[in-house]
């Protein structure tokens, strides 16, 4: 079956890296080799696609806006900033169940234009950074406005996650790094003594989605650091598949139409290609991501890999009909060719779904979600 999907797809069969064997060719048949093997699978993730991890310090302080919680939502908010040298500020706009009886599982997911966006009350601080202009009012010229209050509250639902018993916290991508070719200049990037080219905005990226893990860990006993989902929805989707294959506290991950650099193979060259995305968004990657432009079959590493690399945790993946430029055959491809690891491992199979429509987060996606945590974050019996 597998087979035939392959063919299908305009994929050549034998171009695609078998998960199972290792980078010096020897068959990978035990979970010790999947493990004494994912070294190196990371380092070629790295090298080619998403750079070489962020080398900036992760100590921190908080610079509580309103460390206070206060009602909101049907939940306790905080406003949380975590300031790391030598001037990066995470500003967590936080949001737990009342009355929980244990800690509770966790979404951690970057917004694109500020936690004004998120949330439902007026109190909020609008977003002061760069970022990418988006119609109906709510950027003029890359700033945020008033309008862009509540504008994407089905992104990240936060009255449904408390309903359901989760705890949520958000950040802007832009605190991290703008989404410009020119934000490593004042973002985190240009804030190390790595050179720019040997590492990519996605990374940057990554690395603040696993410092919000370091603050649960530290500073927040009401969120079970170890019941903590990721994600992340097109470019931060990718973000959120790299940054849980390389930090192995996040116990699910789940990427919405995340397409070229996220769940879609690259093989495939469908809607968005290595030429068209490296081009349009140089800093996402590292540079040498580029070379392999019409050569993606040189590529040592294809991203069901990168689906195999987040387990013994658990993934899913979810598409839209319409959306073709994020390529969701080639998403769901991605699965398949991931489950053999999974099944190694003696893991439930990837979750994928497809459902109709475009390019966005859909209440619809949320159920699905949360269908898909329900049954691993929320599971008292299962151990921590």
């Not at 690395?207 to 994600?231: H, Q, T």
């Not at 879609?264 to 349009?280: D, F, K, L, N, S």
């Amino acid at each position: 079956m597998l087979l035939d999907m392959i063919g299908s797809m305009n994929v050549e069969i034998n171009a695609i890296p078998n998960p199972l064997i290792a980078h010096d060719g020897s068959r990978i048949d035990t979970a010790s080799r999947w493990r004494a093997n994912r070294a190196s699978l990371l380092n070629l993730f790295a090298s080619h696609v998403y750079g070489r991890p962020i080398d900036a310090p992760t100590d921190f302080v908080i610079e509580d806006d309103n460390r206070r919680e206060v009602p909101a939502v049907g939940g306790l908010r905080r406003l949380v900033t975590l300031s790391f040298p030598p001037g990066t500020q995470i500003r967590l706009l936080q949001y737990t169940p009342i009355g929980a009886v244990r800690p509770t599982p966790a979404f951690v997911s970057m917004n694109f234009i500020g936690n004004q966006s998120i949330a439902e009350e007026d109190d909020v601080p609008i977003e002061r950074g760069r970022i990418v202009d988006y119609p109906s009012g709510v950027t003029v010229n890359h700033r945020a406005t008033e309008q862009s209050r509540s504008s994407c509250v089905d992104y990240l639902p936060i009255r449904t996650l408390l309903q359901r018993g989760y705890s949520a916290i958000t950040f802007c991508c832009a605190d991290i790094e703008e989404d410009f070719p020119d934000g490593h200049i004042t973002g985190l990037r240009g804030r190390t003594n790595q050179p720019i080219e040997t590492t990519g905005a996605i990374g940057a990226w990554a690395w603040g989605l696993s410092r919000v893990l370091d603050y649960i860990s530290r500073c927040e006993p009401a969120i079970n650091v170890k019941r903590v989902g990721v994600m992340g929805h097109s470019r931060m989707g990718k973000a959120a598949l790299w940054a849980a294959a390389c930090d192995e506290r996040f116990a699910i991950a789940i990427s919405n139409q995340s397409g070229q650099g996220g769940a879609a193979i690259h093989r495939r060259r469908v809607g968005e290609t290595i030429g068209q995305i490296t081009r349009a968004f140089p800093h996402w990657f590292c540079a040498s991501h580029q070379a392999f432009e019409g050569r993606e079959n040189e590529l040592p590493i294809d991203q069901h890999q990168l689906l195999a690399l987040i387990a013994p945790r658990l993934v899913m993946v979810t598409s839209a009909i319409d959306d073709q430029w994020a390529d969701p055959d080639g998403e769901r491809l991605a699965c398949e060719l991931a489950r053999p690891v999974f099944e190694l491992l003696g893991l439930p199979n990837l979750n994928y779904h497809c459902r109709p429509g475009t390019h966005d987060v859909w209440p619809e996606d949320w159920d699905r979600f949360l269908e898909f945590a329900d049954r691993h974050l929320m599971d008292a019996s299962k151990p921590d």
